[in-house]
């Protein structure tokens, strides 16, 4: 399934991944916490990511603020989804959100 990974760095890149916990705690670099992005996706972040100090994600949380219409600091990479199905389950990211990133990276 296709996923954006927004690296901490300033870059980001579509990935392949089975969206599973193993693969999503491996592209955040630790325990995962989950954010919705209204009906546009799901992004996942580094759960100890702001107690670790690890660096400001100016990219994801740009888009983070944009679709939420509130701010939040997000730190360190974050993974990102298509909405939630109605089963639980991931989804392949969305065009919709690929171009909204493009035009803020």
């Not at 972040?45 to 983070?64: D, H, R, S, Y």
């Not at 990102?80 to 959100?97: A, L, S, Y």
Request: proline letters at 3%; a negative charge; charged letters at 20%.
């Amino acid at each position: 399934m296709k996923a954006v990974l927004i690296k901490a760095e300033g870059e980001w890149e579509t990935i392949e991944t089975q969206g599973t916990y193993e693969e999503i705690c491996e592209a955040v670099g630790g325990y995962i916490e989950y954010s919705r992005l209204k009906n546009i996706g799901s992004m996942y972040v580094n759960e100890e990511g702001k107690l670790l100090n690890l660096p400001v994600n100016m990219i994801a949380t740009t888009v983070f603020s944009q679709i939420n219409n509130w701010v939040d600091v997000i730190v360190g990479d974050a993974i990102v989804f298509g909405p939630i199905d109605e089963n639980g389950n991931e989804t392949p990211v969305t065009q919709e959100f690929i171009d909204l990133l493009v035009q803020v990276s």
